[in-house]
């Protein structure tokens, strides 16, 4: 057994044929509305890619527990110009996990993340295919081009989040990166080789390697309804890919630590030097009390911290799946037959 993985088979010196193919993953949660019109730009898509780079595309619906129309409107898309495959998550398993499942099913080489609210243009793909086929990249990912509609509040966690995440990392996570990515043959079978239940799919993308490209873009508007991502959800898919990625948090710690450790030397020295030049040796109660909150607090805090990757800990040691497939059809554009297996995922 060797303790690294070969994907270089995928590819041939950086150039990977296009014959492998192209998988684009969307995964839907309460998507039903906006699903056939974004359906049809994916078409066009195809359409061009085939024309331009004789790529072969097919499109993989992940239905992340919905519980509107999404499911029965992506069965009766039709499989024009790409194959369409609809994964059904037995339940809302969020985000990361719809990716997960659909990076499993993905049967063609290179392999395309896009949401399922039209937020991610379909036109622009044509440029990140363009990356990866002409120009020989690995990562193709996209990162908003600027913040200037959020507030300051929002832009200022984001900072910090990233150097707290990136701190003393030798692969960083870029910053304002989307899971708008493409990813080539090789780069995807990387990904699909990291054993962790915990996902941070942003973080895995970048750690991976490879030759990454940075794409610019404006994010459109949702084509309906409001995002699943409130400050609840961004918080605690921050908490868990902070946790995942970095020390950070722990070493706060231990600098906190050395912070008071050292304030409260230099404090005893000013007691001590008080006592013996002017004599005076007041019994000092807020001091002793801020002191003691200010421990009490710090302790707590990092307990918590601890907490979280103790947490972590567990869910990777009983190892569950990371979803279960209710129903799965694949519509191939040629014979466009379906068939509906009863499949879970291992
Ligand atoms: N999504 C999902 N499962 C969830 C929440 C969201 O599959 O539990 C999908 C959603 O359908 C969309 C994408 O993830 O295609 C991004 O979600 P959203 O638009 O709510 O987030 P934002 O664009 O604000 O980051
Ligand atoms: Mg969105």
Redesign the pocket.
Known sequence: MTSGVDVSNLSDGGRIPASAGLSIV??????GAGLEPLHARLCNLAATLKQRYGLTCEVVY?D?GSTDTTLSVARNLAANALDVQVVSLSR?F??EA?LMAGLDHARRGAVLFM???G?HAPELVEKLVGHWIDDGYDVVYTAKAHRDNESFLRRLSVRTFYSLINWGSRQKIPEDAGDFRLLSPRAAAALRQLPERNRFFKGLASWIGFRQIRVDYEPEA?AHGV???NISRLLGLSIEGLTSFSVAPLRVASLLGLLLAFVAFLFGLSILWETVVSGKSVPGYPSLVVGLMTLGGVQLIMIGVMGEYIGKILSEIKARPIYFVAEHSVKTAETAVAKTPQTVAE
């Open positions: 969307v995964p839907a949660f309460n998507e992940v992340d809302n969020g985000k719809a949401d399922g609210d937020q949702r995002t699943t991502f």
